[in-house]
């Protein structure tokens, strides 16, 4: 045996104990049969191979396994037999033949044919498949035919040899049992497919599929998800009708199949429909392993109302649920558009167009498209013009054809309407053949209604959201405007709060002067204005709008109404301030239920809404508060000024007060109280029939002269009694125009007539500078200061005639209380220029301590007046030579109680009293007649106390001579703290030198 041999024979039986293998494996027979065809050919140098099965023992065969016209695997030729093999039935020829193949198959042996050995009626045909030579090996199953192997080759009498034999006999010894074990699998699959399967179930749908290839389907499935038999049978099942969105579920139960029962429980999934479109299905199945197949039959339930209806409540809901305030109304489209596409997830493309201009952020919102999907720009284009066309004014859906990018080319519209206005649209695209369901129409126009409900819900939240912040902008504005306390502060920090709150920089305060009727810029913020600027902007802007009427803050203050313009531009009341406005709003100022002034702001770009409007109402009655809060303080605060003027003229109108005096001061409390810059005051003097400057101040000395009263403004002011105002004093023609050179520029001023019961007296001239407003207040105040300086001069007038009465009545006093004095010293003899002496120390030391006029009085009459007590006493008691008997001294020391009976019940003497009556007290309580200690003892006592004991040890007494001064101020000092009050002695000790 040669080396080819022994390779041969090793190749064959390798062969066959690969086949074996797979064989008993399980593999598919089909697949083995045609590969051990491919092999075999192949080995045995063969054009064809083909394993003949008899599948009904009546010798009629059939083929088991298609021949192939080469040994590869990729070209395989089927091969239909156009013979049917039933040899039996056949002329004689082939009858003998027959017997001889019979002969050999009984001893199941192979047999070589070759073509001229067949029988001629079945030449024909073999030479038809170019058969030249054969090879037949039987297949016995016991002593039953089962089939033959057949080796054909278009060589003429080709031999096979031994070992192609061999190889054949083993082949046919191995293939009956697994051939027959496949064959009892497919009957037994059929029975389970006959026992399991109800394929005309009218309410569910049935699809059997083997190894994933599909063998059957019912009508309701065809019903169901569209097409024929022929469009799914043979096909994977899988790929063909499970919609992506359910493959991976789909294929994880495929793979835990093997650890589940064979029925499996339902799931809800997404087929695809022949048309491409999803079908929403709640599927089962029942699921067997039959040799090497698995069998599935699905059932599945067409739910997809039921899912359509849960996801458009789901949809809704979440619609709903998005309208917080914890959302913008930019978030909110987007979970708009998420809801919209959950609640159609199978639509090509889902979207929705926002076009309204009533809710917040017009400008970035208004005219907004989103979708779920990149859209082409003639695609974008369509769905706005669809949206911007007729066809949305109805408020049902509507379908409409448009551009076919990949097939798609079905729009279904849904108008989204608020009452009469269009808020926007919804959009779903499909698939070229595919037509929406008609629920999805009805669940689009429910998803508009919620919609609709989300996005009034949301523009209420933000009109909410915008008054709470309006509102603390106006808590903010309260606080900061009322800590201001001026018309120009709250005008500036008004502004500041609407640039720093609103981002609003264009904005303007105006009042109108109650005076004047004109129209004052009081603040003005623009971008780029330097404060140094500020003042020449402000004049220019008060020459631009001077008068109610002018512009549209002037028409607010002349008609008392609020304005929002859309078109400033094109408004006729409009005077451009600033280029390139656009949009203003604009407010009236009140104050006691007056239009004082108004507010206005203006941009390019901000769409000011209503609430925009309300706000800055609101805050022009806030700064009309803060500005009448101002005036009332002011006009408060002048009239205490006022007042005080008033009172201090008034206190300077005394007796002793010159005439120049008094009218000095109430031409200074004048100007003060209105805060002028000059002024003068011109009286009648009747004998020489002139008006009179009787005081005057700065620039106003060179103007104001004697005048007659009928000549120029004072002359005007005196004859007709009423005020005049001159808004530019060097230009007002009631002045003689020699006297208005003299006038500096900028200067404006109020003349009001002096008036004394009724009578005019004169002129008072108040002067300012131009920037100051003169209002009815400074007109009433001057005019109060003039009625107020005629009582005052009256007063003066009065006053001269009793000063004179006052002298004439304190000298009367005064010689009084002297005259007592002598007629107590003339009573007693040794104390008779005593008075005088004491009253001279006393107050001495009163002026060393600063004591007041109205205290040096009282201690200059109460010193005089120290002893009248003695009036009381005996004279055998008080003229007695010798000492005192102890009854007699306390009859002595009743003098000083006398003194205080005798004096009390004259008020002219009341604080002098304290003299006569405590000035024997002393330091330490040793007194009498009370017994008061320290400064108990009163001031005036405690001082002529020091000045009676030094007069006394001063001077000769029948009883004893006079000591010497230093002998005096030595017993004083050491009584320091005992008799004396040690503070007086200071001041008697820093005098005392002058005594000697």
């Excluded at 064809?48 to 009546?58: C, H, Q, S």
């Excluded at 669809?386 to 849904?414: E, K, W």
């Excluded at 300012?768 to 005629?790: C, M, P, Q, W, Y």
Aim: proline share 4%; glycine share 6%.
């Amino acid at each position: 045996m040669n080396n080819n041999e022994l390779t041969k024979i090793e190749m064959g039986f390798s062969l066959i104990a690969r086949y074996s293998d797979m064989l008993c494996s399980g593999s598919n027979i089909e697949k083995v049969l045609s590969e051990i065809c491919a092999d075999l050919g192949a080995l045995t140098e063969s054009n064809r191979a083909v394993i003949y099965e008899n599948i009904n023992n009546d010798q009629s065969f059939i083929v088991h396994c298609k021949m192939r016209g080469s040994w590869s695997a990729e070209n395989t030729v089927p091969f239909e037999p156009q013979f049917p093999f039933s040899w039996m039935k056949a002329s004689t020829e082939e009858l003998a033949l027959a017997d001889r193949i019979a002969g050999f198959f009984k001893k199941r042996r192979a047999v070589q044919l070759t073509s001229n050995e067949f029988p001629h009626s079945l030449g024909s045909g073999i030479a038809a498949h170019t058969l030249k030579s054969a090879c037949l090996m039987p297949i016995f199953i016991d002593a039953s035919l089962w089939g033959e192997i057949v080796l054909t080759s278009d060589i003429p009498e080709k031999r096979w040899d031994e070992i192609d034999f061999a190889i054949l006999k083993s082949l046919a010894e191995i293939l009956p049992s697994r051939v027959i074990r496949f064959q009892k699998d497919l009957n037994n699959q059929e029975a389970w497919i006959e026992k399991e399967i109800l394929f005309e179930n009218r309410i569910a749908g049935n699809i059997l599929h083997r190894n994933d290839r599909i063998i059957r389907i019912s009508k309701t499935a065809l019903e169901l998800l569209g097409g024929t038999e022929e469009d799914y049978l043979g096909k994977n099942f899988i790929d063909t009708l499970v919609h992506p969105a359910s493959r991976e579920i789909i294929l994880a139960r495929r793979a835990n199949m093997k650890t589940q029962h064979s029925t499996l429980n339902p799931i809800e999934a997404v087929l695809q429909k022949k048309n491409g479109s999803a079908l929403d299905v709640l599927i089962t199945a029942t699921w067997q392993k039959i040799g090497n197949d698995i069998l599935i039959n699905s059932t599945f339930f067409d739910i997809s109302a039921i899912k359509s209806r849960e996801r458009l409540m789901k949809a809704v809901s979440t619609i709903a649920s998005s309208a917080t305030s914890q959302v913008s109304l930019n978030q909110v489209m987007g979970i708009l558009l998420s809801a919209i596409q959950n609640a159609f997830p199978y639509a090509e493309c889902a979207g929705y167009v926002h076009i309204t201009e009533s809710l917040d952020e017009p400008d970035t919102l208004s005219g907004k498209l989103m979708a779920s999907c990149e859209l082409e720009p003639d695609l974008e284009q369509f769905i706005w013009q669809t949206v911007q066309s007729d066809a949305c004014n109805q408020h049902s859906a509507f379908l409409m054809r448009g551009p076919s990018h990949s097939g798609i080319d079905t729009y279904l519209f849904q108008p989204v309407h608020s009452e009469n206005h269009l808020l926007g649209a919804i959009f779903l695209q499909y698939q070229r053949n595919e037509a929406p369901h008609a629920d999805e129409q009805t669940h689009l126009q429910t998803l508009a209604e919620a919609i609709v409900n989300a996005v009034q819900k949301i523009f209420l939240i933000q009109q909410n959201e915008s008054r709470y912040k309006n509102l603390a902008v106006l808590y903010k504005a309260s606080i900061r405007l009322g800590k201001l306390h001026s018309l120009t502060e709250i005008a500036r920090e008004a502004l500041q709060i609407l640039e720093q709150e609103k981002g609003w920089t264009h904005s303007v305060i105006r009042i109108k002067d109650e005076v004047s009727k004109r129209l004052v810029t009081l603040s003005y913020c623009a971008p780029g204005i330097q404060s140094s600027e500020e003042q020449k902007v402000l004049e220019w802007l008060n020459t631009k709008i001077s008068k109610p009427g002018d512009g549209l803050t002037g028409w607010v203050i002349e008609h008392g109404e609020s304005v929002l313009c859309q078109d400033l531009p094109h408004d006729p009341r409009y005077l451009e301030t600033d280029i390139n406005m656009r949009y203003g709003i604009y407010a009236p100022i009140h104050a006691e239920g007056i239009t004082k002034g108004s507010i206005g702001v203006e941009s390019e770009s901000i769409n000011f809404s209503q609430a925009d409007l309300e706000l800055l109402c609101s805050l022009g009655d806030l700064i009309g508060m803060a500005l009448n809060a101002i005036r009332t303080m002011e006009l408060l605060s002048c009239r205490v000024r006022w007042l005080e003027q008033l009172y201090q003229a008034g206190n300077a109108v005394t007796i002793e007060a010159s005439e120049d005096m008094i009218y000095e001061q109430l031409l200074d409390g004048a100007m003060d109280a209105l805060s002028a810059e000059t002024g003068a005051m011109m009286l009648f003097n009747a004998e020489k029939n002139l008006l009179i400057p009787v005081a005057k101040r700065g620039w106003l000395k060179d103007v104001v002269d004697p005048i007659a009263p009928d000549k120029s403004l004072s002359g005007l002011v005196f004859s007709s009694g009423r005020s005049h105002i001159s808004w530019e004093l060097n230009q007002d023609p009631a002045i003689l125009s020699h006297i208005r050179k003299n006038i500096p520029d900028d200067k404006r001023g109020v003349s009001v007539p002096i008036l004394a019961e009724s009578t005019v007296i004169g002129v008072f001239h108040l002067a300012f500078s131009t920037d100051v407003h003169i209002n009815k207040e400074i007109i009433a105040v001057a005019e109060l200061f003039a009625s107020f300086a005629g009582m005052v001069i009256k007063r003066a007038e009065l006053n001269i005639e009793l000063l004179n009465a006052n002298n004439a009545l304190r000298d009367a006093y005064d010689a009084t209380l002297e005259g007592w004095s002598r007629a107590i010293g003339l009573r007693d003899d040794e104390t008779a220029s005593h008075g005088e002496r004491v009253t001279s120390l006393a107050v001495a030391i009163g002026k060393q301590m600063d004591l007041s006029p109205e205290m040096m009085e009282a201690l200059r009459r109460g010193a005089l007046l120290h002893d009248i007590g003695k009036i009381g006493i005996p004279d055998r008691i008080l003229l007695k030579q010798g000492a005192l008997s102890d009854d007699e001294r306390a009859i002595m020391q009743t003098h000083p109680v006398l003194a205080y009976q005798l004096l009390k019940p004259i008020t002219f003497l009341k604080e002098a009293v304290t003299i006569p009556y405590c000035h024997h007290e002393r330091w330490d309580g040793s007194g009498y007649p009370q017994g008061l200690r320290g400064e108990a003892v009163p001031l005036l006592a405690r001082i002529f106390a020091i000045a009676d004991v030094y007069d006394a040890m001063t001077s000769d007494r029948p009883y004893r001579k006079a000591l010497s001064h230093d002998e005096a101020v030595a017993y004083i000092m050491s009584n320091s703290g005992k008799h004396f009050d040690p503070k007086v002695i200071r001041a008697f000790l820093a005098l005392s030198r002058s005594l000697r």
